[in-house]
């Protein structure tokens, strides 16, 4: 459970250095087409949002069908750095609450492609990890692509300054 509650604090500290870097960008190299998941900087970032509501939702409440995964939630980056925070405190929440009775169930869930599964919490739990992390590396390759450029994000450096 412990390494699980530290993941949650890198995840929330990584975002507030990839948006605070991000929030430097004009609007049009936000939004520019790059290579890469979901084509900008803009969906990549909507789309680990996307997924941490998903997966949270199927943590809390039993949420199985899997929306579009190009879904934009906020289309201004202000609101979508909102949400971000938002998002960020209720994972953050959630894994310092849970008792050891969480880590014996399983998940069921349909993917994006209507595909039945069934996930341990525990790969559950270390999949919605993993999706942060590589998608924020995406966006890493492509701020590294600006005048901006990319934050630090190593784990040591953040969770042990």
Same mark, same amino acid.
């Given at each position: #459970?412990?390494?699980?509650?530290? !993941?949650?604090?890198?995840? +929330?500290? =990584?975002?507030?250095?990839? $948006?605070? /870097? &991000?929030?430097? !960008?004009d609007d049009a190299e936000y939004r520019k087409?790059? =290579?890469?998941? %979901?084509?900008?900087?803009?969906?990549? !970032?909507?789309?680990?949002?996307?997924?941490?509501?998903?997966? #949270?939702?199927? %943590?809390?409440?039993?949420? +199985?069908?899997?929306?579009?995964?190009?879904?934009?939630?906020?289309?201004? $980056?202000?609101? !979508?750095?909102?949400?971000?925070?938002?998002?960020?405190?209720?994972?953050?929440? $959630? %894994?310092? +609450?849970?008792?050891?009775t969480f880590w014996s169930r399983s998940f =069921?869930?349909?993917?994006?492609?209507? /595909?039945?599964?069934?996930?341990? =919490?525990?790969?559950? &739990?270390?999949?919605?990890?993993?999706?942060?992390?590589?998608?924020?590396?995406?966006?890493?390759?492509?701020?590294?692509?600006?005048?901006?450029?990319?934050?630090?994000?190593? $784990?040591? +450096?953040?969770?042990?300054?």
């Amino acid at each position: #459970m412990t390494h699980f509650q530290m !993941l949650s604090r890198y995840n +929330r500290m =990584a975002n507030e250095r990839l $948006f605070a /870097k &991000c929030a430097r !960008l004009d609007d049009a190299e936000y939004r520019k087409h790059r =290579a890469g998941s %979901f084509g900008s900087i803009h969906g990549l !970032l909507n789309h680990i949002l996307l997924g941490d509501r998903r997966w #949270m939702g199927l %943590f809390e409440s039993d949420e +199985r069908v899997t929306p579009p995964l190009n879904q934009i939630l906020y289309d201004d $980056f202000s609101d !979508l750095r909102s949400g971000r925070t938002r998002e960020d405190a209720r994972i953050e929440a $959630f %894994f310092a +609450r849970l008792d050891a009775t969480f880590w014996s169930r399983s998940f =069921a869930y349909t993917n994006n492609q209507g /595909k039945d599964y069934v996930e341990t =919490a525990h790969v559950a &739990c270390t999949h919605l990890f993993n999706h942060q992390t590589h998608h924020r590396g995406q966006v890493h390759v492509m701020l590294s692509q600006t005048s901006v450029g990319p934050p630090a994000l190593d $784990f040591h +450096r953040i969770v042990n300054p």
